[in-house]
């Protein structure tokens, strides 16, 4: 059974960090593109940042361009989001999630929900004013 599972969530304060995990179990995903998206209550599912399977390449969201840094560890089978200097608006629960078809392919499609496969259960990410 294939598994994506989220760990790191938390509540901080606006201007921490937190650095979420995702363990892949089940299968590699050494060759994929992954990401990370997140939904905030009452808003719909958003594009976070993604990363390439070698890790070389990577694409953010605007909003999160400058703090947030997507990173990856193969042997590990687990892709991380560095978040720093968070925001109150960043509050949302956080998915991680694979294209089993891509390495990397058009940015475009990185930032596309429908692309990619697996998805995890996600973990909450709280930023207090």
């Known amino acids: 059974q294939v598994q994506l599972v989220e760990s790191g969530g938390g509540l901080v304060q606006a201007g921490g960090s937190l650095r979420l995990s995702c363990a892949a179990s089940?299968?590699?995903?050494?060759?994929?593109?992954m990401g990370w998206f997140r939904q905030a209550p009452g808003k719909e599912r958003e594009f976070v940042a993604a990363i390439s399977w070698s890790g070389v390449s990577t694409y953010y969201a605007h909003a999160v361009k400058g703090r947030f840094t997507i990173s990856r560890d193969n042997g590990k089978n687990t892709v991380y989001l560095q978040m720093t200097s968070l925001k109150p608006e960043d509050t949302a629960v956080y998915y991680c999630?694979?294209?089993?078809?891509?390495?990397?392919?058009?940015?475009?499609?990185?930032?596309?929900?429908?692309?990619?496969?697996?998805w995890g259960q996600g973990t909450q990410v709280t930023v207090s004013s």
């Open positions: 999630t694979a294209d089993v078809h891509k390495g990397w392919g058009f940015v475009s499609e990185r930032s596309d929900g429908n692309e990619y496969d697996y």
């Open positions: 089940g299968r590699t995903f050494s060759n994929n593109a």
